[in-house]
C-alpha cells in the first residue's frame, strides 16, 4: 500500500512542534499521544496514529516513522535514526523542522512573486473572453447589415469568435486532457531526464532550477556530515533526497570514484551541474576538514542568489505580460474598428 505524504506546509507545522516537545523532554509516546488528541478527524491524525501503533509494538522510531508515512525523505529517515542511536531525537527532528520550514518559505516566496503575473494573465484572459463572446457578436452583426467587405484581420477575428462559439467547450475538454495527459507522461521515469535537459537549457529559468538543486544538494549534505553520517552514505542519500534526475543521477555517480579512494571535488567538473561555488567550498572543506560548516555557508549564498534571482524575473516578466496584454486586447479593438474607419474614410474621400 502506498504511503501518503504530508504535505510540506503541514510537515513544517507537526515536525516543529514535535521537535520542541522531544526537546523538552517529553518521551516520544507521549509526544504522539498529544500530537493525536491536537489533531481533527483526517489523513493527519491516522498517520500519527498509525506510527505510535508501530512504536508501542516495539518496533523503532526510524521504521515507524516511514511505515506509517509520518516521514519519507531518505535524509530525514537517516537523520531519525541518528537521533535515535544518539538519544538526541529532539535535535534530529529540530534539524528536519529547519529543512521543512525553509523548503516551505521559499515556495511561499515563488507563490508571492509569481501571483500578481498570474492574476494580470487571468485579467487578460478574462477580457479577452468577454470582448470575443459579448462585444465581437454585436460589431458582426451591425457588419452583416451593413454589407461591406470586411477587412482580413476582422475576417479572422470573426471566425476566431464563430469557431469557438461553436465548439469552445471541445476546445476547453481537449485541452484539460492534453494537460493532464502531458502532466503523466511527464513524470514518467523514462521521461523525465529529457524534459529536465529541456527545462535546464531554458534561459534564466533552468539556471534558477539548477541553483534550487545546489541549495538543497548543500543543505542535505550539511545536515548529514554535521550528524556524523559518513560521506559516501551521505552522497547515496543526496541523490535520493533531489527531485531533479539528472542531478540524482549525476550526485549518485560520485559514489564510485569515493570508493576508490578519490575526493568529491575531484569527482566535479566544469560541466557538472553542482555550481562552481559549491565545489569550491567543497575544495576548501576537505583541504580544512571543515566541510559541514562550509557546505551551510555555500547554502546561505545560494539561498541570497536564489531570491535575487527570482525578484529580477518577476520586475521582468511583469512589464512583458502587461505589454503582451496591450497588444492583444489593441490586435482585437483594432480589427473589430477598422472597417468603420475605412468606411468613414471612404465617405470622406467621395
Known amino acids: 500500500m502506498k504511503t501518503k505524504v504530508l504535505p510540506v506546509a503541514r510537515q513544517a507545522v507537526l515536525y516543529r512542534q514535535i521537535a520542541v516537545m522531544l526537546e523538552s523532554g517529553v518521551p516520544l509516546n507521549q509526544?504522539?499521544?498529544?500530537q493525536i488528541r491536537m489533531e481533527k478527524e483526517g489523513p493527519v491524525k491516522e498517520i500519527l496514529k498509525q506510527a505510535q501503533r508501530y512504536l508501542q509494538n516495539g518496533i523503532h522510531a526510524r521504521q515507524a516513522?516511514?511505515?506509517?508515512?509520518?516521514?519519507?525523505?531518505?535524509?530525514?529517515?537517516?537523520l531519525i535514526e541518528i537521533g535515535e542511536q544518539s538519544g538526541n531525537l529532539g535535535s534530529s527532528f529540530d534539524h528536519i523542522a529547519k529543512t521543512v520550514e525553509e523548503t516551505r518559505e521559499f515556495r511561499s516566496k515563488v507563490t508571492q512573486a509569481l501571483s500578481y503575473p498570474a492574476v494580470i494573465v487571468s485579467v487578460a484572459v478574462v477580457s479577452v473572453l468577454i470582448m470575443i463572446f459579448f462585444i465581437v457578436p454585436s460589431f458582426a452583426e451591425a457588419y452583416r447589415s451593413m454589407s461591406i467587405e470586411l477587412p482580413f484581420m476582422t475576417r479572422v477575428m470573426l471566425g476566431i469568435q464563430e469557431f469557438l462559439t461553436r465548439f469552445g467547450l471541445m476546445v476547453l475538454v481537449l485541452l484539460g486532457f492534453s494537460g493532464w495527459f502531458l502532466l503523466k507522461w511527464s513524470r514518467r521515469p523514462s521521461v523525465r531526464p529529457s524534459i529536465e535537459k529541456m527545462m535546464?537549457?531554458?534561459?534564466?529559468?533552468?539556471?534558477f532550477w539548477k541553483m534550487k538543486m545546489n541549495y538543497e544538494f548543500c543543505?542535505?549534505?550539511?545536515?548529514l556530515l554535521g550528524d556524523g553520517v559518513p560521506l559516501l552514505k551521505s552522497i547515496q542519500l543526496i541523490?535520493?533526497?533531489?527531485?531533479?534526475v539528472l542531478f540524482s543521477r549525476q550526485v549518485t555517480g560520485f559514489v564510485s570514484g569515493l570508493e576508490s579512494?578519490?575526493?568529491?571535488s575531484g569527482l566535479m567538473d566544469a560541466n557538472s551541474i553542482v555550481s562552481p561555488i559549491v565545489q569550491q567550498m567543497i575544495m576548501v572543506g576537505e583541504e580544512t576538514s571543515e566541510l559541514p560548516r562550509l557546505l551551510g555557508r555555500a547554502s546561505g549564498l545560494i539561498?541570497?542568489?536564489?531570491?535575487?534571482?527570482?525578484?529580477v524575473m518577476v520586475s521582468l516578466l511583469e512589464p512583458i505580460l502587461i505589454v503582451v496584454m496591450g497588444i492583444v486586447v489593441g490586435i482585437l479593438l483594432v480589427s473589430m474598428y477598422l472597417p468603420l474607419f475605412e468606411s468613414m474614410s471612404q465617405v470622406g474621400g467621395k
Open 31 to 34: 509526544t504522539l499521544s498529544i
Open 261 to 264: 579512494g578519490k575526493r568529491l
Open 200 to 207: 535546464f537549457s531554458i534561459p534564466f529559468l533552468g539556471e
Open 239 to 244: 541523490g535520493r533526497h533531489t527531485g531533479s
Open 303 to 311: 539561498k541570497n542568489d536564489l531570491d535575487t534571482r527570482l525578484k
Open 65 to 78: 516513522f516511514e511505515k506509517s508515512g509520518l516521514v519519507t525523505d531518505p535524509l530525514f529517515i537517516q
Open 219 to 223: 543543505v542535505g549534505l550539511s545536515l
